[in-house]
C-alpha cells in the first residue's frame, strides 16, 4: 500500500490517497488514472499531473517503468491550469480595454489637437477612423476573453468526466487481464499434470522392471552360491578334517610344552628350595661347628679398624661388635674411627677411638634442613641442593675440609696399620678407595635389609620421592639409584680431580648387583628370625648375623654406676618408678625431632594420658621434659598433674635392661630399637619419622606384634593411645611378640659375626684366597672403565647394565620386554596424533564427560594418555604409562595454564621421556658431594 500525497493548488491543502498498485508496483500511468479517478474534487486531469519521487526523482511522465513502494509525491496540475487560464484570460480582457481606454484618450485628444489646429476633414474623417477600429478591436478582445474562458470551462468539464471513462477502460483491461491469466494458469497446471502423471507412469514402469531384474540376478546368484558351497562343502570336509586335526595336535603340543615348562618350573623350584635348604643347613652346621684351633687363634696380630658414622642407633650395634673383637682370646686391636660424640661414648667402654669428621649427626639432624628432613618425612631434604643456604655455617664446616678428612682417616689407618676394615655405608667413602689402594680387605655392614636390591624392599633413597608405576618392578628403582650414584661419581671425576681414587660407575654397580663376586662378605646385622633373606637376594657372599646388641647383664651393671650411655645417674630412680605400680609404657624417639621439643613433649604425654597408662619417656636428642608442657589453660594443668603422677623422664635408656620390665614400647622404628622392643617380647608401636621406618612399620604390623601409625608429624596422640591401650589389652600382640621374642633370642649376632670374620682371615685372608680375588677384581674394574671411556658412546653402559640384570632376575627382563612392546604402541600412537602427556603436576580424571561427574582420580606428571574420544575441550582418555587411574575424562587446558599437551611424533614423545627422567634426577638427588 503506498500513500500518495496530492496538492490540487497552493491555495488547496494537500489530499493523501492509498493506493494498492497490482503486484506491488504501479506505473506512471496507472497512478495517474488511480488519482484522477479517487480526486473528489473532479478537477484532476491525467496530462496535468507532475510526478516528484523520492524513491526515483529521474523518472519522468511518460516513463513506463514501475515504481518501487515509498512515499510518491504527486502535484496535480488540472487545478492549477484552469485557474492559470482564468488568470490569463482576465489579465488579457483587463490588458485589450486598458489598451482600448488609452488608444480611444489618445484618439481624443488627437481629435482635438487636430480641430484645435484647424486640420482638415481629411484628419477628422482618420481619425474618427481610428476611433471605430480601437472600439472594435476593444469588442474583439473582449469577445476573445470570454470564448477563451467559455473554451477553458468546456476542457474541464470534458476533462472532469476522463477519470470515470479511464476507470471503466482500466476494470475492463484488469478483468480482461484476470480471465486471460486465470485461462493460462488453468492451461499450464493441466499440462503440468499431465507430464507429472507421464512421468510417474514411466518411472514406475521402470522401477517394476529393475526389480524384476534385480530379483531374476539375486535368484541366479542364490543357486550358484548354493552350488558353491555344495561344491565347497564336499571339497572342505577333507581340508575341515586335515585342520581340525592338525588344531588338534598344536594344542596338545601346546599343551605338553606347558605342562612340561610348568613342571620344569616346579621342579627347579624345587631344586632352588632343596639347594637352600642344604645351604641353611650348612650354615647352620657351620655356625654349631666349632673353630678349629688355627680358627679360634685367627685374631692374633690382626688391627681391626671400625669406620662408622650416623645416630646412637648406628652406633651401638658396633659398640657391642667392639666389645666382641676386645673379648677375643688372643685379642685384637681394635680402633672406631667415628665423630667426637661418637667417640667420646665409646671412650666410656675402653675402646679406642680417633675423630673421622668435624660434624656429627646429632649436629647435621638438628640443623633447620635436618628438623625439615623429619618433620615432612624425607631424608633427601638433608642433601637437596635447592635448599642450600638455610645452614651455611654447617655446611661451610662440612664442605671445606672433607677431602682433608679422607687424607686425615687414611694416615690414621696407615698409622694404626689396619690388617681390617670394617664398615657402613655412610663412611664408604673413606674405607673402599682404602682398601683399593691398600689392598686390605673391606667388609660392608648393613643394620638393615634396605642395601641389598631386591624386589621386595624400596631402598632408602626413594622412600616417598618417586612414586612407582603400575606393574613396575621394585627393582627398576634399585636400577634408578644405581643411576644416580654413578651420575654421583661423574659429577665428582670432573668438580674434584685432585682425588686420586674414587667410586666409579662400574664399582658402584658390583656394590649393588655382584655381591657374589666382591672378594668379601656382607654382614648384616639384624635379626634373621625378624626379618629373613628375601628369595632374590644373592646366595653367597651375604650373611645375616643376627642383631649385634650389648646383653642385659652389660646394660644393667653400667647403668647401675651411672654411664652417660646408660641412664646417666637414674638408674636408682628408674627402679623406683618401675616398682611403684604396673609395667609402663615406654616411649621413646631417639636421635629424631619434628617441629619442636615442646611439641614431641605434649605428644608423648598427651597419648600416656589418652591411653590412662603409666610410662617412661626418652628424652633423646630432642630434649623431651616435663617443663616443656604447656602451662596455661585447663589442659595443661590436666597434662601436668597426669605427667607428675604417671611419667618419667629418662635422659638415656638401657634398652636390653628396661623393656622386659615394660608393657610396650613406641618408638619411631629405627632398627635398632625395633629389635630391642621385640626381642623383649613386648608389642610396638611405630610412629614413622623417614627413610627405612616405614617399611619397619609396616612389617611390625603385619607381623601382628604391633601397630604403625601415621608419620611422627602427622600422627596424633589419641592415634597413639589407642595403639598403646591395644597393645596392652589385646593378649594377642604380646604372644605373637614372645613367640618372636623366643626365635630371636636364638641368635647371637657378635658371636656368630666373629667366626665369620676369623673364618675369612683364616680361610680367605691368610691363604692369599683374598689377594688373588681382590686383583682380579680391580683388574676387571679398570678394564670396563678403559672400555667405556674408549667407546666414546657414554661413561657407563646402562644398556649392558640392563642385559645384566634381565639375566640375574627374571622379573627384570620380562619387564624390559613388555615395556619394549609398549613402546611401539606409544610411537604408533604418536604418529597417528592420539597420544598425550599430562604437562601440569598433576590432571584431574572424571568418570564421564560431565564436570559434575565423579572423580576417577589423578594422572600424575608425566602421564602418556591414549585419546580414545574427544568433544571440544574434553578428552576420554587410557593411561598408557605413568601413575593414575585406568582413564578418565580429562581437560585439555584451564584459563591460563595447559594441562596435557598432545605428543604428535616419535621425536616428541623420546623428547618428553627424556624430560621424565631428567625431571627424576632433579627431585631426588643421594647428596654424594655431602656425603
Known amino acids: 500500500m503506498a500513500e500518495i500525497v496530492v496538492q490540487l493548488a497552493p491555495e488547496v491543502p494537500e489530499l493523501t490517497v492509498s493506493l494498492q498498485p497490482p503486484e506491488g508496483h504501479a506505473s506512471v500511468r496507472w497512478v495517474k488514472e488511480e488519482l484522477c479517478r479517487q480526486d473528489p474534487t473532479g478537477a484532476a486531469a491525467p496530462e496535468s499531473f507532475c510526478l516528484c519521487s523520492a524513491a526515483a526523482p529521474e523518472l519522468a511522465l511518460e516513463d513506463a517503468a514501475q515504481l518501487t513502494v515509498g512515499v510518491v509525491l504527486l502535484l496535480l496540475d488540472g487545478e492549477a491550469a484552469r485557474s492559470a487560464n482564468e488568470a490569463r484570460c482576465r489579465a488579457a480582457h483587463e490588458e485589450a480595454e486598458c489598451w482600448a481606454r488609452e488608444e480611444a484618450g489618445r484618439e481624443a485628444a488627437e481629435a482635438e489637437c487636430w480641430a484645435a489646429g484647424e486640420e482638415t476633414e481629411c484628419e477628422a474623417a482618420g481619425a474618427q477612423h481610428w476611433a471605430d477600429e480601437a472600439e472594435w478591436e476593444a469588442a474583439e478582445a473582449e469577445r476573445w476573453v470570454w470564448e477563451e474562458a467559455e473554451w477553458g470551462a468546456a476542457d474541464a468539464a470534458r476533462w472532469a468526466d476522463e477519470p470515470a471513462h479511464w476507470a471503466r477502460e482500466e476494470a475492463d483491461r484488469q478483468a480482461a487481464e484476470a480471465e486471460r491469466w486465470a485461462r493460462e494458469e488453468a492451461e499450464r497446471e493441466a499440462a503440468e499434470a499431465e507430464r507429472w502423471s507421464r512421468e510417474q507412469a514411466e518411472r514406475e514402469a521402470a522401477e517394476a522392471a529393475r526389480s524384476a531384474r534385480e530379483e531374476a540376478e539375486r535368484r541366479t546368484n542364490e543357486e550358484e552360491e548354493a552350488q558353491r558351497r555344495a561344491r565347497e562343502e564336499k571339497a572342505g570336509w577333507e581340508a575341515e578334517r586335515l585342520a581340525r586335526e592338525q588344531a588338534e595336535r598344536e594344542a596338545a603340543d601346546a599343551a605338553r610344552r606347558a605342562r612340561e615348562e610348568a613342571e620344569r618350573r616346579a621342579k627347579e623350584k624345587e631344586e632352588e628350595a632343596q639347594r637352600r635348604a642344604r645351604e641353611e643347613e650348612a650354615r647352620r652346621k657351620a655356625r654349631k661347628q666349632p673353630l678349629s684351633e688355627a680358627e679360634k687363634r685367627a685374631m692374633d696380630g690382626q688391627r681391626i679398624a671400625i669406620i662408622m658414622h650416623g645416630t646412637r642407633g648406628d652406633l651401638q650395634p658396633f659398640l657391642s661388635l667392639a666389645l666382641g673383637l676386645l673379648a677375643c682370646k688372643p685379642r685384637p686391636a681394635v680402633k672406631v674411627f667415628s665423630d667426637e660424640d661418637h667417640c667420646n661414648s665409646l671412650r666410656q667402654f675402653g675402646i679406642d677411638c680417633a675423630r673421622s669428621t668435624d660434624t656429627s649427626s646429632q649436629q647435621f639432624l638438628q640443623t633447620r634442613k635436618g628438623i625439615r628432613a623429619m618433620t615432612e618425612g624425607d631424608l633427601q631434604i638433608c642433601f637437596d641442593e635447592s635448599c642450600d643456604g638455610e645452614d651455611d655455617e654447617y655446611w661451610e664446616r662440612q664442605d671445606g675440609p672433607q677431602i682433608d678428612w679422607v687424607k686425615e682417616v687414611h694416615g690414621g689407618l696407615d698409622r694404626f696399620g689396619a690388617t681390617l676394615l670394617i664398615y657402613n655405608d655412610l663412611t664408604r667413602g673413606y674405607a673402599r678407595p682404602y682398601s683399593m689402594t691398600r689392598d686390605v680387605p673391606a667388609i660392608r655392614v648393613l643394620l638393615q635389609p634396605h642395601g641389598i636390591p631386591s624386589n621386595e624392599i624400596v631402598p632408602l633413597e626413594v622412600q616417598r620421592r618417586v612414586v612407582r608405576e603400575p606393574d613396575t618392578p621394585v627393582l627398576r628403582l634399585w636400577m634408578m639409584v644405581v643411576q644416580w650414584s654413578a651420575e654421583g661419581c661423574l659429577t665428582d671425576e670432573h668438580s674434584q680431580p685432585e682425588v686420586p681414587i674414587r667410586e666409579t660407575p662400574e664399582s658402584i654397580y658390583d656394590m649393588y648387583f655382584r655381591i657374589e663376586d666382591a672378594p668379601e662378605p656382607v654382614l648384616c646385622a639384624y635379626s634373621e628370625a625378624l626379618w629373613p633373606a628375601p628369595a632374590d637376594w644373592p646366595q653367597r657372599n651375604v650373611e645375616i648375623t643376627g642383631a649385634w646388641k650389648v646383653s642385659r647383664e652389660e646394660q644393667g651393671e653400667r647403668a647401675s654406676k651411672g654411664t652417660s650411655f646408660f641412664n646417666e645417674g637414674q638408674h636408682q630412680r628408674c627402679t623406683e618408678f618401675l616398682r611403684a ?325 616419535v621425536e616428541r614423545l623420546w623428547a618428553v621421556m627424556d624430560l621424565c627422567n631428567k625431571r627424576r634426577f632433579e627431585t631426588v638427588r643421594l647428596g654424594r658431594r655431602r656425603q
Open 581 to 905: 605400680g604396673r609395667p609402663p609404657a615406654y616411649i621413646g624417639w631417639g636421635s629424631m625431632m619434628v617441629h619442636s621439643p615442646e611439641y614431641m613433649t605434649k605428644l608423648a604425654v598427651s597419648a600416656l594420658c589418652a591411653a590412662g597408662q603409666r610410662g617412661i619417656v626418652l628424652a633423646g636428642w630432642a630434649g623431651l621434659s616435663p617443663s616443656l608442657l604447656p602451662t596455661l589453660g585447663d589442659e595443661a594443668r590436666r597434662l601436668r598433674e597426669y605427667c607428675a603422677k604417671n611419667v618419667l623422664f629418662l635422659k638415656a635408656a638401657p634398652h636390653e635392661w628396661l623393656f622386659p620390665q615394660c608393657a610396650c614400647a613406641v618408638h619411631h622404628g629405627g632398627i635398632g630399637t625395633t629389635q630391642a622392643s621385640l626381642g623383649a617380647g613386648l608389642p610396638t608401636v611405630v610412629t614413622p619419622v623417614f627413610c627405612d621406618q616405614y617399611d619397619i612399620g609396616e612389617h611390625v604390623q603385619k607381623m601382628e606384634v604391633g601397630f604403625a601409625t601415621d608419620q611422627l608429624a602427622k600422627t596424633s596422640a589419641e592415634e597413639i593411645g589407642r595403639a598403646i591401650r591395644a597393645c596392652c589389652e589385646d593378649g594377642r600382640y604380646r604372644a605373637n611378640a614372645k613367640r618372636l621374642a623366643a626365635l630371636m633370642d636364638q641368635e647371637d649376632g657378635v658371636t656368630r659375626t666373629l667366626d665369620i670374620l676369623k673364618r675369612f682371615v683364616t680361610g680367605e685372608w691368610r691363604t692369599g684366597e683374598w689377594k688373588r680375588r681382590h686383583m682380579d677384581y680391580k683388574a676387571s674394574l679398570r678394564a670396563r672403565r678403559r672400555e667405556v671411556q674408549h667407546a666414546g658412546a657414554g661413561l657407563f653402559k646402562t644398556a649392558a647394565w640392563t642385559v645384566d640384570l634381565g639375566k640375574r632376575y627374571p622379573v627384570m627382563a620380562e619387564y624390559w620386554a613388555s615395556q619394549d612392546r609398549l613402546f611401539k604402541e606409544l610411537e604408533q600412537l604418536a604418529r597417528e596424533q592420539k597420544l598425550w602427556y599430562v604437562k601440569a603436576p598433576s590432571c584431574l580424571a572424571r568418570t564421564e564427560k560431565t564436570f559434575s561427574a565423579a572423580e576417577a582420580g589423578r594422572f600424575l606428571e608425566f602421564a602418556l594418555l591414549q585419546e580414545l574420544q574427544r568433544e571440544g575441550s574434553r578428552l576420554q582418555v587410557r593411561r598408557r604409562k605413568g601413575v593414575g587411574p585406568v582413564g578418565g575424562w580429562v581437560s585439555i587446558a584451564v584459563p591460563g595454564k595447559e594441562i596435557v599437551a598432545k605428543i604428535d611424533s
